[in-house]
């Protein structure tokens, strides 16, 4: 059966320039997007927690709505429905690239928010009484004690959120936008040898997402705090037998 | 007259309509040593939370050093809260920072001080309660006892009016509970005006001015030592004692 899979139209297809170029925009949307996602969630997570009840509500009503619109809906929602609801958005300014960002975003940070939500929650309260105790502003606890304890259990899920986002970019060649699945789709229309065009944008999925998981170990490794973990990389342990 | 460091006048504080503090006063003059004793639900922690102006008093007041506290609002209340210091039941170190960087954090952040400065400060306090050598050890990494220690340094750096300490040696393995109690001591020998809520009877005996009985929210009892222990005059205290003892 391997006797049908092509070496030299495979590695042709992974060093073309819309293979990487599809990458590179998979992966800009994918980071731009869980960026300001993020961004957006942090601020979500703190109403959901605040003693407010009409914030929270508002909080509520966003989850609700974006985690129940499919993202492929909500894209085409964004690229063909937003410049009829706004003629602003009939300019030459508004790209597919922007239009995938905005939708992605929207969509993500109802996700993200309950991941940071959960990630303050895990934070023992003690924590905050200490800072409290200590005479510090709630803000300089948030980001001196909460924020940084919350981001160890936060790494994890967020990881995910990215391969998930990484994916969901894919939907984007919908409205034109030529990332990565979308190259892979033009390339193997050219002259059929689906398996050689799909296997090469597997192999860049797979290289995005290996570079991924080591900088999640990396950064695991930054929010544990414990002397030891780090002094062990620069310290050889002690022989045993040592008189 | 000399002006109490503490002074709570009438406070009464409720949780969702339960009430937890019924009209307690209690004065803590410069220099004393107050041991606060009682069932668990007494209000024990409570009162003390609201010496540490941690927690808003329905009714009744809270001077610090001559200066009404209670009603103030919550931004001008913080820097007050760096005069007092806190010391819980279960240490509460900052889980990401350094035993170094937990007795620094509140001279870099509240009083604004140069980190070098602070540094040096923080070290000479960890130095005090005999724990320079673990400066750069993270919480996870030191026994109870070192870390209350710690804990206790973090309050101190700050030099305090007064110490409030809230069962300090609960959480702790036995072994380990004499060595936060010594601690403690040489703070009152030092002159720090402290009020401990605590069941270490014989720490009690040992340091204390004088120790109050509270019970149901209110303060039942208050006697020097001495007297507290030999002839408790109310009837609620002498079945305490029994049973802690």
């Known amino acids: 059966m391997l006797a049908s899979f092509d070496k030299h139209i495979f590695w042709e297809a992974l060093s073309s320039r819309p293979y990487w170029h599809g990458a590179l925009l998979s992966l800009e949307l994918t980071c731009a997007t869980l960026g300001a996602a993020s961004v957006l969630a942090f601020f979500l997570a703190l109403g959901a927690l605040s003693k407010s009840g009409p914030l929270r509500g508002v909080v509520l009503v966003y989850n609700w709505l974006f985690r ?3 993202t492929l ?44 939500r959960a990630g303050l929650l895990s934070v023992d309260p003690g924590q905050e009484l200490a800072g409290r105790a200590l005479g510090m502003t709630r803000g300089r606890i948030l980001r001196r004690v909460i924020v940084p304890q919350a981001i160890r259990i936060i790494i994890p899920p967020t990881a995910n959120e990215f391969i998930t986002l990484l994916k969901l970019t894919s939907l984007a060649s919908v409205i034109s936008l030529y990332e990565l699945l979308g190259a892979s789709t033009i390339r193997a229309s050219q002259d059929f040898r689906y398996l050689e065009a799909y296997t090469a944008a597997a192999v860049y999925y797979l290289a995005i997402v290996s570079v991924l998981m080591v900088f999640q170990a990396q950064l695991e490794r930054r929010f544990t705090w414990r002397s030891t973990a780090r002094r062990r990389r620069t310290v050889p342990a002690m022989a045993h037998d040592a008189r | ?46 009162l003390l939370r609201c010496l540490a102006l941690l927690e808003p008093v329905d009714d009744g007041h809270v001077w610090l050093d001559g200066a009404r506290l209670s009603g103030v609002r919550e931004k001008e209340l913080a820097p007050h809260r760096s005069e007092v210091g806190m010391v819980f039941q279960r240490f509460n170190l900052f889980q990401n920072m350094t035993a170094l960087a937990n007795v620094m954090c509140g001279l870099v952040e509240v009083r604004r001080l140069k980190k070098a400065e602070a540094r040096e400060r923080a070290l000479q306090f960890l130095e005090r309660v005999g724990l320079r050598d673990k400066a750069d050890n993270y919480p996870e990494e030191l026994s109870g006892g070192q870390q209350q220690r710690v804990a206790i340094a973090r309050a101190l750096v700050m030099r305090p009016k007064a110490m409030l300490f809230d069962e300090p040696t609960s959480a702790l393995d036995v072994e380990l509970v004499r060595e936060v109690l010594d601690v403690m001591e040489a703070l009152a020998r030092d002159g720090m005006t402290m009020v401990v809520v605590s069941h270490e009877l014989r720490f009690a005996h040992h340091v204390a001015s004088s120790i109050l009985m509270m019970d149901d929210g209110k303060i039942i009892e208050e006697a020097p030592p001495a007297q507290f222990f030999s002839s408790p005059s109310h009837e609620r205290t002498r079945r305490f004692l029994s049973l802690v003892e």
């Open chain 2, 1 to 46: 007259m000399n002006e109490p460091v503490l002074r709570a006048e009438a406070v009464s504080k409720s949780y969702d309509g339960l009430s937890v503090l019924q009209g307690v006063t209690l004065e803590v003059g410069r220099g004393e040593v107050k041991v606060i004793i009682g069932p668990s639900g007494s209000g024990k922690s409570t």
């Open chain 1, 68 to 70: 129940a619109i499919p």
């Open chain 1, 73 to 116: 809906l909500l894209l085409l929602f964004v690229w063909n429905g937003l410049p009829q609801l706004w003629g602003a958005f009939t300019g030459g300014w508004y790209r597919p690239f922007l239009a995938a960002f905005i939708a992605l975003a929207l969509n993500e940070a109802a996700y993200m928010s309950e991941i940071i």
